[in-house]
């Protein structure tokens, strides 16, 4: 509910049935989740699973560690359980980020992966309630188009749109002169979705990298160079981590600039 469905053209994307079922057998998270009652109206569960799936599907499972405690609750904090308690929730998965290659499985593999053809935009959402746009460019060269051509319209550059869940109650958003008429995603765009560093010169974050990104970057660097571990501590409290997997640290930035606290 976090990404907006344009963003997923040319996507794959897992789903829970995807990774496990009834009819074709549950995945070792969803086991190890229902063996410590980790689950009552289940509600919540497809979430939890998903995201710990997400988690150890990220790394190498042949050559990587397990995720340390911290990390594995720390992942589950945008995920709300009202009526089974984190406890048994923390059990099951602590049992299973020991299990790396059994948890990851072969889901990833299995599912098919769209080619996205290079330099070709996606117009997407004409019909839509609001009649906005949606344009998905894979490069610089493709965006400058864009903007030239409905600059007399409302744009908004996105990359997460995960803000979208909490502008709608500040101050003057709901009115029909603040509603994006043109939607330009910028997730695919290379030439801003970059890392650099140097000895001297620090270190450049393109506009489109993620929060997680920046954090594991910087994370990394403080080792270094101590004066980046508060910064790293105050990311780590923007939102949690299925925002900050989607959010750019540039649209955080505008969000605030844009809806000063």
């Avoid at 549950?26 to 995201?51: F, I, K, T």
């Avoid at 990220?58 to 009526?83: F, H, K, Y």
């Avoid at 948890?103 to 593999?109: G, H």
Wanted: proline fraction near 6%; charged fraction near 15%; charge should be neutral.
């Amino acid at each position: 509910c976090l990404v907006p469905i344009c963003s997923l053209d040319g996507v794959a994307v897992i789903t829970i049935e995807g990774i496990g079922s009834e009819s074709k057998g549950y995945h070792q998270l969803q086991e190890d989740l229902a063996s410590c009652d980790g689950s009552q109206c289940g509600y919540c569960s497809p979430g939890m699973v998903m995201n710990m799936y997400s988690l150890l599907s990220a790394g190498d499972s042949a050559n990587s560690q397990a995720p340390d405690i911290p990390t594995v609750e720390g992942r589950l904090q945008g995920n709300i359980c009202r009526c089974t308690g984190y406890r048994s929730i923390y059990s099951a998965f602590r049992k299973s980020v020991h299990r790396i290659p059994a948890a990851t499985a072969t889901a990833t593999a299995e599912a098919p992966v769209p080619s996205i053809s290079p330099s070709v935009l996606g117009q997407t959402a004409a019909d839509s309630p609001d009649k906005s746009l949606w344009f998905n460019p894979v490069s610089l060269a493709d965006v400058w188009p864009l903007l030239d051509k409905y600059g007399t319209n409302r744009i908004q550059l996105t990359v997460g749109g995960t803000s979208a869940g909490i502008v709608k109650y500040y101050s003057g958003f709901g009115s029909e002169a603040t509603q994006p008429q043109v939607y330009i995603n910028l997730r695919r765009v290379p030439e801003i979705n970059g890392i650099s560093s140097g000895d001297s010169s620090g270190v450049t974050f393109g506009a489109s990298v993620s929060l997680s990104t920046m954090i594991t970057t910087l994370a990394a660097l403080s080792t270094e160079h101590a004066n980046l571990q508060p910064l790293v501590r105050h990311l780590h409290l923007v939102a949690h981590w299925q925002v900050r997997d989607q959010a750019s640290w540039a649209g955080n930035v505008m969000v605030c600039k844009k809806y000063p606290a």
